[in-house]
């Protein structure tokens, strides 16, 4: 992939924002320095600059937010910022790639080449347009160039083309009908590991999954050893009930850094759940291996993940261990409340909401900890919200009656969890 002949980042951008700067940090001195790095060809100093630049702005959203910076650094910054809706998932997505590959190349976890600085770099104008343009805290610019020219003009065709896709609400991916097709007509997607995974994940939660395994397939035979791609093929084959291919095949991801393993703990542990449900004959084993993922990757998260946290307390409960269930419950509860209160300013009279999963996580830690009148309020709240979120409620609803079952409440069955 050659490098355009672009104008300079520091010519084309808008004054008001190269002049964004801290105490130690200068926005315009980094991106002087990542056009430079991108004429010498060097990855390493790309992404370095890249990832260094979206760890400055996250820092800094969360700040005029007015929330704590985490002490999981950039990884747990852009998961806070999307939980408060701050980031939207889309772009999340694809901020969580260059944060990963800025580790990658920080720590030395694998050799990155340019098309991976590549990624990194387009990725990081996205970020910049989050922050300039559309984070709601922010200096609220109508566009980060100057003349109002599109960013993608300081993008390679074929990676504007690729973000494009990746971006687009109508899901318009690109055509193919299996890895051999992707291979000969979208080579492009395929020079580094970053796109494939976002666009894998995001065929994934569309429930397209033959599209999914096309991308996985061909993106893991050049990058066999991608933790990211890794954990997408055990959740698909998870989710398609290949159980025992699936647990074996995340059980065999080396813990690359904690987020990562973070990650596959959860997904790991989702297999070992499914596995709990289809061979009862085993289910008191697979439930144990289940809350052992889950509760590992809750303390990884140092107590921030609540999707970990909320299952860890659930496999605990039909364990018969409600003492190890009700403090993670509580943490759970208390944290997703603050959430909830910090989602709109303490003066405004505007509905205080969480998305749709920190609302049913908070009704389930409720229900865990027995206030039935709080968790009735919270799950009647979902189904009102988000009549559309189907599978997500009926998963719930599933979970919510296996709690009360595990309480000894099976009479509140129906009258907790309405629909």
């Known amino acids: 992939m050659s490098t355009p002949a672009v104008p300079r980042l520091i010519e084309a951008f808008d004054p008001r924002a190269t002049g964004f700067h801290t105490d ?3 926005l315009v001195e980094d991106l002087d320095w990542l056009d430079r790095l991108r004429v010498l060809r060097a990855p390493v100093g790309v992404i370095l600059h890249s990832s260094r630049i979206l760890e400055v702005l996250t820092r800094e959203a969360l700040a005029l937010a007015g929330l704590s910076a985490p002490r999981d650094g950039l990884h747990e910054g852009l998961r806070l910022l999307r939980d408060y809706e701050l980031l939207s998932s ?19 976890l694998r050799k990155v080449s340019f098309d991976d600085a590549e990624h990194g770099y387009a990725i990081l104008l996205r970020g910049l347009h989050w ?39 109508d899901g318009n991916e690109p055509g193919f009908r299996d890895a051999r097709e992707l291979e000969q007509h979208h080579r492009q997607l395929l020079l580094s590991p970053v796109f494939p995974a976002v666009l894998a994940e995001r065929l994934l939660d569309g429930r397209r999954a033959d599209q999914a395994q096309a991308v996985l397939t061909a993106a893991l035979g050049r990058f066999p050893d991608d933790v990211r791609l890794r954990q997408l093929q055990g959740l698909l ?11 074996a095949w995340l059980e065999a991801i080396e813990a690359a850094d904690s987020a ?7 997904i ?8 709990a449900d289809a061979e009862p004959e085993k289910r008191a084993e697979w439930l144990k291996a289940c809350h052992a993922k889950y509760e590992r990757g809750w303390r990884e998260s140092q107590g921030s993940n609540t999707y970990l946290g909320i299952n860890a307390a659930a496999m605990a409960l039909w364990l018969g261990l409600p003492g190890q269930a009700t403090p993670t419950a509580t943490s759970i509860r208390d944290l997703l409340e603050a959430r909830r209160l910090g989602l709109a300013p303490a003066d405004s009279e505007a509905p205080r909401w969480l998305n749709c999963w920190d609302q049913l996580t908070l009704a389930e830690a409720q229900l865990l900890l027995q206030e039935w009148d709080a968790a009735r309020q919270r799950y ?11 599978e997500a409620l009926e998963v719930a609803r599933k979970q919510a009656n296996k709690d009360l079952e595990a309480l000894g409440r099976a009479d509140l069955i129906g009258s907790i969890f309405p629909g």
């Open 24 to 26: 130690s940090f200068s």
């Open 90 to 108: 889309k772009a999340y997505r694809l901020l969580d790639r260059l944060r990963d590959l800025g580790n990658k190349a920080r720590h030395v």
């Open 131 to 169: 922050y300039f343009c559309t984070f709601p805290k922010g200096p609220g610019l109508k566009c980060l160039s100057v003349h109002n020219q599109p960013l993608d003009a300081l993008l390679p065709t074929s990676l504007a083309s690729l973000l494009a896709v990746l971006e687009s609400a």
């Open 237 to 247: 084959w998870s989710r398609a009930g290949r159980l025992e291919e699936a647990c």
């Open 260 to 266: 990562a393993d973070e990650e596959t703990q959860g």
């Open 268 to 275: 790991l542990a989702g297999a070992y759940k499914r596995r």
């Open 380 to 390: 009647r709240e979902a189904v009102e919200r988000f009549p559309t979120q189907i």
